[in-house]
């Protein structure tokens, strides 16, 4: 069955930089497109991130500048580096597959547990 495994979450203050790592088994990876979401408490989970299994970058407006994402298909593994963090990025962010590079849930069919980041101030 499809895996997502998410890593690197943590506490780091404001202005400082966390990587999140996604590894996936159970599936054809590079044939995948990846996502990142995120669900701040008391929030409806919304899209941070995204990658095309050919490299296309998709991110919202509120990472852009900030945040990059990538993938190594040779380790199953996508990743976001998030940088400048604010205490506004305070969330669990979660790792997700599916076939097309979307911004909405439903564009994704296989999600990870999440990983808990929290920026202080």
């Known amino acids: 069955q499809v895996q997502l495994v998410e890593s690197g979450g943590g506490l780091v203050q404001a202005g400082g930089s966390l990587s999140l790592s996604c590894a996936a088994s159970?599936?054809?990876?590079?044939?995948?497109?990846m996502g990142w979401f995120r669900q701040a408490p008391g929030k409806q989970r919304e899209f941070v991130a995204a990658?095309?299994?050919?490299?296309?970058?998709n991110y919202a407006d509120s990472v852009k500048r900030r945040f990059s994402i990538f993938r190594d298909n040779a380790r199953n593994t996508v990743y976001l580096r998030m940088n400048s963090l604010k205490p506004d990025d305070t969330a669990v962010y979660y790792c997700?597959?599916?076939?097309?590079?979307?911004?909405?849930?439903?564009?994704?069919?296989?999600w990870g547990q999440g990983t808990q980041v929290i920026v202080s101030s």
């Open positions: 997700a597959a599916g076939s097309v590079r979307g911004s909405t849930e439903a564009e994704y069919s296989h």
């Open positions: 990658i095309s299994s050919n490299g296309l970058l």
């Open positions: 159970g599936l054809t990876f590079r044939s995948s497109a």
